[in-house]
């Protein structure tokens, strides 16, 4: 069986996902949909093979299409994702899945309905480096996980139809959620507006976790060095997670704070600075550097989107991963709404 694929949208991200989509084994990209004809032309010297439409219309009305690649503005998402289901599509759609959880919880009932797979652009789950790290917190290697800081700056690209939460936000939740099989029980957030009145350009946001893991991520589209770091704390090592480092895209620290139970009887002012119950004491030992073999992580999410469709298989970013996310960028945004 070959899965035919149609894509939605060729604007910023649109041409990568083409590009990965067109190579992916057991599918086939057959039509590319978007509403400006240069768009089209420009991709089909790169592509020649699909067809070009300028109706999504002809998308949904074409029998042998299998699934739709939506990669559209954020606010057309779930009226797109809607028609194609409807249609009897399965349904990949670029973060996030939608701009309400309402939205994201109807989308989820109509795949459920239909027994067609939804999932989510949430790219970053699909990095190698990404999930190198799931496996340290999952094998137990950092002990328990204490707190998890991201960094995701850059300036510019300045969107004008959503604001830096949620247009990079939405990453960090994603991997947070990931690596923790969990979402957030309380959100706060602060974001402030300097381009553009009443779209905040940087936003400082801070999560609660199940058993008390603590998160912080701090997004700016406004800042003046390209940044893409998360870092995890946790009671035996710690493990630094950077996107842009060329040669180090995981560095695990052996260093902690390790407490040892005093005896009382024998201690001393001269042997402990107190007479408190445990010493505490600093841990530093070795770095490594994990070798990772490193696919796009694009290349990756495309094969995905088509080996669930042909096995049936609930793909790793479905459309309740994309629920707990929006969930999450709805609590930051009211939060931010509220000053915190």
């Known amino acids: 069986m070959t899965v035919r694929l149609a894509q939605v949208g060729l604007g910023y991200w649109g041409p990568n996902l083409a590009r990965n989509l067109a190579l992916v084994n057991g599918g086939e990209l057959a039509m590319l949909c978007d509403a400006d004809q240069g768009r089209l032309d420009r991709m089909a010297r790169q592509l020649p093979g699909p067809r070009l439409v300028t109706d999504f219309a002809d998308v949904l009305a074409d029998d042998t299409i299998d699934g739709v690649v939506i990669a559209t503005p954020v606010d057309t998402h779930f009226t797109l994702a809607t028609a194609a289901l409807e249609a009897g599509k399965h349904v990949l759609v670029e973060k996030p899945l939608a701009t309400t959880s309402a939205d994201c919880e109807a989308l989820i009932a109509l795949a459920d309905e239909g027994d067609l797979r939804l999932m989510v652009g949430h790219v970053f789950v699909y990095n190698p480096a990404v999930r190198r790290v799931k496996e340290l917190i999952d094998s137990g290697e950092l002990g328990d996980v204490y707190y998890i800081y991201s960094q995701r700056l850059n300036l510019g690209q300045v969107r004008h139809d959503v604001n830096a939460l949620w ?145 049936g298989e609930t793909p790793r970013s479905d459309g309740r991963a994309g629920l707990r996310v929006v969930r999450t960028l709805e609590a930051a945004q009211r939060s931010m709404m509220t000053t915190g």
């Open 167 to 311: 247009n990079f936000a939405p990453h960090d939740v994603s991997i947070l959620c990931d690596w923790l099989d969990a979402e957030p029980t309380e959100v706060t957030a602060r974001g402030f507006s300097y381009v553009q009145p009443g779209i905040e350009d940087v936003v400082f946001m801070t999560m609660g976790f199940p058993g008390g893991v603590g998160a912080n991520v701090h997004i700016s589209w406004l800042d003046p060095l390209k940044v893409r770091r998360m870092t995890v704390v946790g009671s035996e090592k710690m493990v630094v997670y950077d996107d842009v480092s060329a040669d180090a895209k995981i560095t695990v620290y052996d260093r902690g704070v390790t407490k040892l139970l005093v005896d009382k009887s024998e201690a001393t002012l001269g042997s402990y600075r107190t007479f408190g119950e445990f010493q505490l004491l600093l841990r530093a030992g070795d770095v490594l550097i994990p070798k990772l073999e490193f696919i796009e992580p694009l290349k990756i999410e495309c094969q995905h989107f088509v080996d669930c469709i042909r096995t």
